[in-house]
């Protein structure tokens, strides 16, 4: 009848898993003691593990952290700066403009001068001595008239109106030889005394001249005559060149 006697309505016995004997064993012993004061975030557990030592905070370093910030011009500053450069620009330019300006005085006081001096200097050319009649015609000067640059080739153009001058002047004996040698030629003769008499003093009247001014004044009227009158005398010679018989040109020619 023992059996009957539990009530199976009532509640069930309660039951504690803690309260088994091997549990409360291990529980009783000196496990607790080592466990229970084990605290695995503390510094002393931590220091274990690493070093065993700590390291404090103030000294891994000793100054603080400092962002450097670049500091922009202001705009007055900016502004300033622009106009000083500004007025360092102007001034350039005004040092330039009084120099160019004082190069131009410069040249117009030099071609004043120049042109002041040939009317009251003496001419000198040709270089007659003074007991002869025919005095100088023309003053010339390459140091003091013409400019620097210039002054080469001007030098040149007068030396090939000597070479021209003198190629006149050989033609005239070349043509007395071949008259001397055969009387019918001496039509050449003439031709060539005239061409000597007439092309040494119109060539240098007329482009050599002309080119002398040029240099001197720098004249773009004399420069376009002295190529006008320059390519036309190229002209006669080239035709003479060809062998015109009687044309008073033995000496251009074999």
Same mark, same amino acid.
């Not at 557990?45 to 404090?56: D, F, L, N, Q, V």
């Not at 270089?127 to 000067?141: A, G, I, S, T, W």
């Given at each position: #009848?023992?059996?009957? &006697?539990?009530?199976?309505?009532?509640? %069930?016995? &309660?039951?504690?898993?803690?309260?088994?004997?091997?549990?409360?064993?291990?529980?009783?012993?000196?496990?607790?003691?080592?466990?229970?004061?084990?605290?695995? @975030?503390?510094?002393?557990?931590?220091?274990?593990?690493?070093?065993?030592?700590?390291?404090?905070?103030?000294?891994? *370093?000793?100054?603080? =952290?400092?962002?450097?910030?670049?500091?922009?011009?202001?705009?007055?500053?900016?502004? =300033?700066?622009?106009?000083?450069?500004?007025?360092?620009?102007?001034? /350039?330019?005004?040092?330039?403009?009084?120099?160019?300006?004082?190069?131009?005085?410069?040249?117009?006081?030099?071609?004043?001068? +120049?042109?002041?001096?040939?009317?009251?200097?003496?001419?000198?050319? %040709? %270089? !007659?001595?003074?007991?002869? $009649?025919?005095? $100088?015609?023309?003053?010339?000067?390459?140091? /003091?008239?013409?400019?620097?640059?210039? +002054? +080469?080739?001007?030098?040149? #153009?007068?030396?090939?109106? #000597?070479?021209?001058?003198?190629?006149? @002047?050989?033609?005239?004996?070349?043509?007395?030889?071949?008259?001397?040698?055969?009387?019918?030629?001496?039509?050449?003769?003439? !031709?060539?005394?005239?061409?000597?008499?007439?092309?040494?003093?119109? *060539?240098?009247?007329?482009?050599?001249?002309?080119?002398?001014?040029? @240099? +001197?004044?720098?004249?773009?009227?004399?420069?376009?005559?002295?190529?006008?009158?320059?390519?036309?005398?190229?002209?006669?010679?080239?035709?003479?060149?060809?062998?015109? $018989?009687?044309?008073?040109?033995?000496?251009?020619? $074999?």
């Amino acid at each position: #009848m023992s059996g009957f &006697d539990s009530n199976p309505f009532a509640d %069930p016995v &309660d039951v504690n898993p803690f309260q088994d004997a091997s549990v409360t064993q291990v529980t009783n012993s000196g496990a607790t003691e080592i466990i229970g004061d084990f605290n695995p @975030f503390s510094a002393t557990e931590t220091g274990k593990k690493r070093s065993g030592a700590t390291i404090p905070i103030s000294a891994a *370093s000793s100054q603080p =952290a400092i962002l450097q910030t670049s500091v922009e011009p202001s705009a007055q500053a900016t502004a =300033a700066h622009g106009q000083a450069n500004l007025i360092k620009q102007q001034e /350039e330019l005004e040092r330039k403009a009084a120099e160019l300006d004082r190069k131009e005085q410069e040249l117009r006081s030099q071609a004043t001068s +120049r042109a002041s001096n040939v009317d009251a200097k003496e001419n000198n050319w %040709p %270089p !007659l001595p003074k007991f002869f $009649p025919v005095k $100088p015609c023309f003053y010339q000067d390459f140091e /003091e008239e013409i400019p620097e640059q210039y +002054r +080469r080739i001007c030098k040149r #153009m007068y030396y090939l109106w #000597m070479f021209h001058s003198a190629t006149l @002047f050989l033609n005239v004996f070349a043509c007395l030889a071949y008259f001397t040698a055969d009387t019918a030629h001496g039509v050449d003769f003439g !031709l060539s005394i005239l061409w000597f008499i007439l092309f040494t003093p119109v *060539s240098f009247i007329c482009w050599y001249r002309p080119v002398y001014k040029a @240099f +001197r004044s720098d004249s773009s009227f004399s420069f376009f005559f002295f190529f006008f009158v320059f390519f036309f005398q190229v002209a006669v010679y080239i035709i003479q060149t060809v062998g015109i $018989p009687n044309w008073g040109n033995r000496f251009l020619l $074999p």
